[in-house]
């Protein structure tokens, strides 16, 4: 008679299992390529220090030990020098009106058209027209810069408008293409929802497909604000009156006053620096949140 024999359950081994690390809000943090980025960005504030530190020297102190010794006492009078020397409220207000018409204007007409292009993409038409952008891009502007200027000057647009104009239309192509890429992603089934509601084609616009191009807007508008300020041919050529020059042409102009100053010279290109540094900090939250949205898909 066969008997049963019954065996005891062998425990398995314990393992230890290790609980993984939480993950920080946005991601891992890549240590060597921060490392990386960072050694790369001295290649930036390594000069900026510089110009601040012979920004705030006097003459006096520019001529003892190296150029990145921090003076002490600050001289703050070579911005003041900097000020009255190119008369700088007024290139200021030029550079401004010309850049704040670049900069609107670039976002809402590359927008506009970026977008009649997506969403009418199966009509040939529109195919050619973005192919006629694209080759745009490859005619460089002193190539086409004397028909402008004959152009503009006929017309009455030889001062700061049409320079503003003119940056408008040589930035379309590119600013066409960024945001058309943009907009392939934004879901179409939410402008025919608007439309169902009753929006025009302006509305849909404006209330829906607008509002979602905040990162991309924000990066167009920081490359035209960049093309826009330091710009120095087109002003110079277009803007008929010395007088309405922007400031990169009236810092030009004076050069030869600060060949003989260097401390005034770097005050002055320091206040010219400073409106580009707040755009960049006050447009960086979009452009994060349109890189953490594009990560994210």
């Known amino acids: 008679m066969a008997t049963e024999v019954s065996t005891a359950p062998v425990a398995a081994p314990r393992t230890r299992t290790r609980k993984p690390r939480p993950i920080p809000e946005g991601g891992r943090v890549n240590w060597g390529l921060t490392i990386i980025i960072a050694i790369c960005s001295l290649t930036i504030l390594i000069p900026l220090y510089f110009a601040i530190a012979m920004a705030l020297k006097s003459p006096a102190q520019t001529g003892t030990g190296t150029g990145f010794n921090f003076p002490w006492p600050i001289h703050w009078g070579n911005f ?48 050619a027209t973005f192919v006629y952008l694209l080759a745009a891009m490859f005619i460089p ?88 300020w330091n710009d120095f041919m087109m002003p110079q050529l277009i803007t008929a009156n010395p007088k309405w020059q922007t400031l990169p042409v009236i810092q030009y102009l004076f050069q030869d006053q600060f060949t003989t100053n260097f401390n005034v010279a770097f005050a002055s290109y320091l206040m010219a620096l400073l409106p580009t540094l707040v755009v960049f900090l006050i447009a960086q939250r979009w452009v994060v949140r349109g890189i953490m949205r594009g990560s994210i898909k």
């Not at 066409?176 to 934004?186: E, G, H, K, P, Q």
């Not at 509305?203 to 807007?217: D, M």
Request: glycine share 6%.
């Open 141 to 228: 502007f002193p190539v086409v810069a004397l028909p402008q200027v004959k152009l503009l000057a006929s017309i009455g647009l030889g001062n700061p408008f049409g320079v503003a104009i003119l940056h408008i239309m040589f930035q379309l192509a590119f600013n066409v293409l960024l945001f058309s890429a943009f907009i392939r992603s934004i879901p179409v089934e939410l402008e025919e929802s608007a439309r169902i509601d009753g929006c025009t084609t302006l509305q849909t616009f404006r209330k829906v497909v607008l509002p979602l191009l905040a990162p991309i807007a924000a990066t167009v508008g920081i490359f035209a604000f960049l093309q826009s």
């Open 80 to 127: 003041r020098a900097a000020w009255d020397l190119t008369d700088t409220p007024l290139a200021f207000a030029m550079s401004m009106l010309v850049t704040v018409i670049a900069v609107t204007g670039e976002i809402l007409v590359s927008s506009l058209a970026a977008w009649a292009i997506v969403r009418n993409w199966g009509h040939w038409q529109f195919r």
